[in-house]
C-alpha cells in the first residue's frame, strides 16, 4: 500500500528526521492561506506516485496569490491515473546540496538494503545507470541492523566524510522508519543539506507491505487504497483477486501462475481477456460467486474455465460454476479445460449437469474460446 | 531443495484442516512423517504419529531432516525460528501472505545456521516415486512420473499443468521444485537450478517463471554455463504493468520484471522459450537429440 508525501512524512518527523513546515490544501483559498503563514513556499500535488514534478505537480510560490494560482493549476490534474484532489503547501528551504536515501526489501541479498547517494533529486532507476559509483548500497542484517561502521565507511567512500556522523544518524534513523513500520520501501528524494547546515527531508515515499496490513491496521488506515473498480472492489470482498481487463473473453482459472497462463493464451491464439480472476489456494470453494463476477462484466462474448489441481480440487471448484450457471442461467458459449486433483469426478459432473466434454488440451480449449467472442 | 524418500520429516501445524489432509497424502505416498507440533495440543497422536510442543521437543525424540510449516502468515517467524533452532535443516513454508520482514528474518537465521529454506508461498516439492513435501498432486499418476526432468516453478497450478503435459508426451519427472510466488524467496530460481545441475539423476531443466523480480534474469547467468539442455515458459505476458497478478511477486513496475526481459535474458543464455505449456515437452525433445 503506497503512501501520499503528507501520510509519509509524520513518520520521518516521529524517528526525528526534519521535514519542512507544511500545510493540506484542497483549494485555491487553502493554499494562499497557507502560503501567508509559511512564506516562500512549494505547492505539491499528493498523489501516491514519483515524477509530480515532470508533469507540472509540483510548483514554487513566493506569495499567496502565486500559492492559489498554482493549486488552481494542479487540482484536478491527472497524474498517472490519479486525480489530484489535496495539495500539500510547504515551507521552501535554502538548500545547498541534495542527496537520495532510502531503505527497501532486495530480492538478490534477501534482506534489507540502505541506498544513498550523494547525487539526490534523480529517480533511482536513473542515478544507479547515470551515476553509479557515486550510490552507496548497504545490505543489513535485519537481525542486527545496520552498522555504524560501515555505515561512516561508506558514506566516507562517497567523499562525504565530513558529514558522516550526520547522515548516518539519519540512515539509522530511516531504517528504524522501515523496521518498525513494516516497509516495503521508505524513501527520501531529494534529502537536503540546507544553507544552514541541517538535513531535511524534501520529499518522502512510503509503501507498506500488504502482507502486514493486519498488523499495523491503525498505520494502514493513513494510506492510499488501491484504486479498485466497482467489479475489482466487489471481488475484494470476497476474498477474490479480480483484474478488470479489455477483452470480451471471460476467464475463470485457479492459481496465479495458471490463469495468467491463461490470459496469455487467449492473447496468443488472437483474442483478448476480459479479466483476469483466480480461486486458487484457499478461495477454490468461492468459484459461484467467481462466476457471478466474471459474467457481470457486459463485455463478456465466451467464457473460458481452465482448472488444474494441486490444493485446489477441480471437482469442488467445477461444482460451484456448475452451481452458478444454473443459478444465472447464462446464454453465452463456455469452454472448459480440467486437470489434477479430482478430475474423474469433475468431468463426471460437468458430463451429467451440462451434457459437456472438457478439451483434453488447454489450447483448444482457448481457441475455441476466442472463436466463439469475435 | 531436493527431497529424497529417506529423509525425516516434521509437520508444524499438522492438527489443522489443511495440514490433516495433506499430512495424509504424504504419507500414503511415503513420506517418512515423525511428528507434529502444536504447542496447545502436544502429547496427542494425530494422523498416527506424535504430536509435539515444539520443533525443539520433536527433535530431542529423534533427528528430522526437513519440516513442512502449515501455520497462519503471523505465526510463521516463530515456527520457522523454532525448526531452525532445532537443528532442522530443511523448511517447507507454504503459507501465503507472510510479512515480507518476517520472511527476511527467518531467511537470515536460517543462513547462519545453514538451512534451506523453500518458499513462503509455495505448494512444496516432489520427487516422484519417493516422497514429496507440501500440496502437490503427486499421487496422480498423470501428473507425476519418476524419470530424468527437473522443473521448477513459482506457481504450484502452472507446474501441476507443465508436469502433467511432460508425463502425457512420455517424459518423467527427477524433482519438482515448487519454490513460491512470494517476492523474496529461500530458495531462488538459480538456487534451485543449481541443485538440478548437480543431480546426477536430472539430464534437463524446465523452468516456470513468470512475470516480476528478476530470478529469471539471475537465473539465466548460470543456463549460460550448464551442458544440460534448459527449456522455460514465463507466464504474465499478457499481464497489465502495475498490477499484482495473483501473487505477491508477480508485479511489472517500470521497466523492471517485465515479460521481454526475462524472455531475453534466458534465450540469450541458450535456453528455449516457450509460448505455451503445450509446447515444453516438444521443444525438451528437441533439445534433448540435437544435443
Not at chain 1, 484536478?76 to 484532489?85: L, P, S
Not at chain 1, 480440487?313 to 486437470?339: C, K, N, Q, Y
Not at chain 2, 548437480?198 to 534474469?217: F, K, L, N, T, Y
Request: hydrophobic share 45%.
Amino acid at each position: 500500500m503506497n503512501f501520499e508525501e503528507h501520510a509519509a512524512k509524520p513518520l520521518l518527523a516521529a524517528a526525528g528526521i526534519a521535514t519542512p513546515s507544511g500545510e493540506l490544501a484542497t483549494s485555491p483559498e487553502e493554499a494562499a492561506a497557507a502560503a501567508r503563514r509559511l512564506g516562500l513556499c512549494i505547492v505539491k500535488a499528493q498523489v501516491p506516485t514519483g515524477k509530480r514534478g515532470k508533469v507540472g505537480g509540483i510548483r514554487p510560490a513566493d506569495t499567496p496569490e502565486e500559492a492559489a494560482r498554482a493549486a488552481q493549476a494542479i487540482l484536478g490534474m491527472e497524474i498517472a491515473g490519479q486525480r489530484v484532489e489535496r495539495l500539500l503547501v510547504e515551507a521552501r528551504a535554502e538548500i545547498a546540496r541534495e542527496f537520495y536515501a532510502a531503505v527497501l526489501n532486495d530480492p538478490a541479498s534477501k534482506g534489507p538494503m540502505i541506498l544513498f547517494s550523494a547525487a539526490g533529486g534523480m529517480e533511482i532507476e536513473e542515478l544507479s545507470e547515470a551515476r553509479p559509483e557515486s550510490l552507496l548500497r548497504l545490505p543489513v542484517d535485519i537481525r542486527r541492523g545496520p552498522e555504524r561502521a560501515r555505515l561512516e565507511d561508506g558514506l566516507a567512500a562517497l567523499g562525504l566524510g565530513e558529514r558522516g556522523t550526520a547522515l548516518a544518524d539519519l540512515l539509522e534513523r530511516l531504517y528504524g522508519v522501515y523496521r518498525e513500520n513494516d516497509a516495503e520501501l521508505v524513501e527520501i528524494n531529494p534529502l537536503a543539506l540546507t544553507q544552514a547546515g541541517d538535513l531535511l527531508a524534501l520529499d518522502c515515499k512510503f509503501t507498506l507491505d500488504d502482507s502486514a496490513l493486519s498488523r499495523r491496521a491503525e498505520l494502514a488506515a493513513r494510506g492510499t487504497p488501491e484504486k479498485l473498480t466497482d467489479l475489482e472492489a466487489e471481488a475484494r470482498e470476497l476474498g477474490l483477486r479480480f483484474i478488470l481487463l479489455e477483452g470480451s473473453v471471460g476467464v475463470l482459472a485457479n492459481g496465479a501462475g495458471l490463469t495468467m497462463t491463461t490470459i496469455d493464451a487467449v492473447r496468443h491464439y488472437g483474442g483478448e481477456p476480459a479479466n483476469f480472476l483466480e480461486i486458487g489456494g484457499d478461495a477454490y470453494v468461492k468459484a459461484t460467486p467467481a462466476l457471478k463476477l466474471v459474467l457481470a462484466n457486459p463485455k463478456v462474448k465466451s467464457l473460458l474455465i481452465n482448472f488444474c489441481g494441486a490444493v485446489a480440487r477441480t471437482d469442488v471448484m467445477t461444482e460451484g460454476v456448475l452451481d452458478a450457471w444454473d443459478e444465472i442461467e447464462p446464454t453465452l458459449p463456455v469452454f472448459f479445460s480440467i486437470h489434477g486433483t479430482g478430475e474423474e469426478a469433475a468431468v463426471a459432473m460437468l458430463r451429467e449437469r451440462l451434457g459437456m466434454e472438457p478439451f483434453e488440451l488447454m489450447d483448444d480449449a482457448v481457441k475455441a474460446a476466442v472463436a466463439a467472442a469475435r | 531443495m531436493i527431497v529424497r524418500g529417506g529423509e525425516t520429516v516434521l509437520i508444524q501445524g499438522i492438527t489443522g484442516r489443511q495440514g490433516s489432509f495433506w499430512t495424509g497424502h504424504m504419507q500414503a505416498y511415503g513420506t517418512r512423517i515423525l511428528g507434529g507440533v502444536n504447542p496447545k495440543k502436544a502429547g496427542i497422536e494425530h494422523c498416527g504419529v506424535p504430536v509435539y510442543g515444539s520443533a525443539a521437543e520433536a527433535a530431542r525424540a529423534g533427528p528430522i531432516d526437513a519440516s513442512v510449516l502449515f501455520i497462519p502468515p503471523l505465526g510463521v517467524k516463530g515456527a520457522a525460528l523454532d525448526a531452525i533452532e532445532a537443528g532442522i535443516k530443511k523448511l517447507v513454508i507454504l503459507t501465503e501472505h507472510v510479512p515480507v520482514q518476517d520472511v527476511m528474518y527467518l531467511l537470515a537465521a536460517a543462513r547462519e545456521a545453514g538451512a534451506r529454506v523453500l518458499g513462503p508461498n509455495t505448494a512444496g516439492a516432489v520427487t516422484p516415486g519417493e516422497c514429496f513435501l507440501g500440496f502437490m498432486p503427486a499421487f496422480n499418476a498423470r501428473v507425476f512420473q519418476p524419470g530424468h526432468v527437473g522443473v521448477i516453478s513459482r506457481s504450484g497450478s502452472l507446474g501441476t499443468l507443465v508436469c502433467l503435459k511432460l508425463v502425457e508426451a512420455g517424459f518423467g519427472i527427477s524433482a519438482f521444485i515448487g519454490i513460491g510466488g512470494d517476492p523474496i524467496l529461500g530458495t531462488t530460481i538459480r538456487e534451485a537450478l543449481v541443485n538440478l545441475d548437480r543431480d546426477g539423476r536430472s539430464d534437463s531443466v524446465v523452468i516456470v517463471g513468470e512475470i516480476g523480480g528478476a530470478m529469471e534474469e539471475e537465473a539465466a547467468e548460470l543456463v549460460e554455463k550448464m551442458d544440460k539442455p534448459v527449456v522455460a515458459f514465463i507466464a504474465g505476458a499478457a499481464a497489465p504493468p502495475g498490477k499484482r497478478m495473483g501473487h505477491a511477486g508477480a508485479i511489472v513496475l517500470g521497466n523492471s520484471g517485465s515479460y521481454a526481459s526475462k524472455r531475453g535474458a534466458l534465450e540469450a543464455a541458450g535456453a528455449v522459450v516457450v509460448d505455451t505449456p503445450s509446447g515444453i515437452a516438444s521443444a525438451l525433445r528437441t533439445r534433448q537429440t540435437g544435443m
